[in-house]
T-cell receptor, first 111, second 112 residues
Framework: GDSVTQMEGPVTLSEEAFLTINCTYTATGYPSLFWYVQYPGEGLQLLLKATKADDKGSNKGFEATYRKETTSFHLEKGSVQVSDSAVYFCALSRGTYKYIFGTGTRLKVLA | DTGVSQNPRHKITKRGQNVTFRCDPISEHNRLYWYRQTLGQGPEFLTYFQNEAQLEKSRLLSDRFSAERPKGSFSTLEIQRTEQGDSAMYLC??????????FGQGTRLTVV
């Protein structure tokens, strides 16, 4: 069946460091791919998405590119801030928006 | 519209009791989802409604769980004879047919 694998956390970075959170997926066909973020005490919020191969999703300085050949959707940001501290979830979906989530990666950014 | 609303935010119950959670989706969304999230894990799909019809149920949804969405508006999730293993965050989400899902803040259930 479909699945999503994320790098384990926590990831601890200094402010202004470069961020990469790895995400790979297993699925037949062409699912849509998403990154959701969960700030402390809040619900899941959509960060970015990509619906077909080679699409790049971007938002708030975060980017991820849908790579069909490597079945990956890695999240990157060039310069993280303390306010980016949160748990990040990679997910896939097939049309009905029934998501399959990864286990989440906790990011902690130190001032 | 302030988004997906879930009530209560927290629920502590004794093992064996029944509990019911409510979800109010974004008003123009016809799709509604329930997920369960345990500590250190990503959300797991439980069930999905399109309008008032429950179209899919996960195998995670045992016979003790029932969800309804009367009139295609709000939804309730009931757990009967709660067990300690039911302790989790229960998330509701809604979407239109062409866009991504928006999640509520969840109901945290603790079974003691």
């Amino acid at each position: 069946g479909d699945s999503v694998t994320q790098m384990e956390g926590p990831v601890t970075l200094s402010e202004e460091a470069f961020l990469t959170i790895n995400c790979t997926y297993t699925a037949t066909g062409y699912p849509s791919l998403f990154w959701y973020v969960q700030y402390p005490g809040e619900g899941l919020q959509l960060l970015l998405k990509a619906t077909k191969a080679d699409d790049k999703g971007s938002n708030k300085g975060f980017e991820a590119t849908y790579r069909k050949e490597t079945t990956s959707f890695h999240l990157e940001k060039g310069s993280v801030q303390v306010s980016d501290s949160a748990v990040y979830f990679c997910a896939l979906s097939r049309g009905t928006y029934k998501y399959i989530f990864g286990t989440g990666t906790r990011l902690k950014v130190l001032a | 519209d302030t988004g997906v609303s879930q009530n209560p935010r927290h629920k502590i119950t004794k093992r064996g009791q029944n509990v019911t959670f409510r979800c109010d989706p974004i008003s123009e969304h016809n799709r509604l989802y329930w997920y369960r999230q345990t500590l250190g894990q990503g959300p797991e799909f439980l069930t999905y409604f399109q309008n008032e019809a429950q179209l899919e149920k996960s195998r995670l949804l045992s016979d003790r769980f029932s969800a309804e969405r009367p009139k295609g508006s709000f939804s309730t999730l009931e757990i009967q004879r709660t067990e300690q293993g039911d302790s989790a965050m229960y998330l509701c989400a809604s979407s239109s047919e062409t866009a991504e899902a928006f999640f509520g803040q969840g109901t945290r259930l603790t079974v003691v």
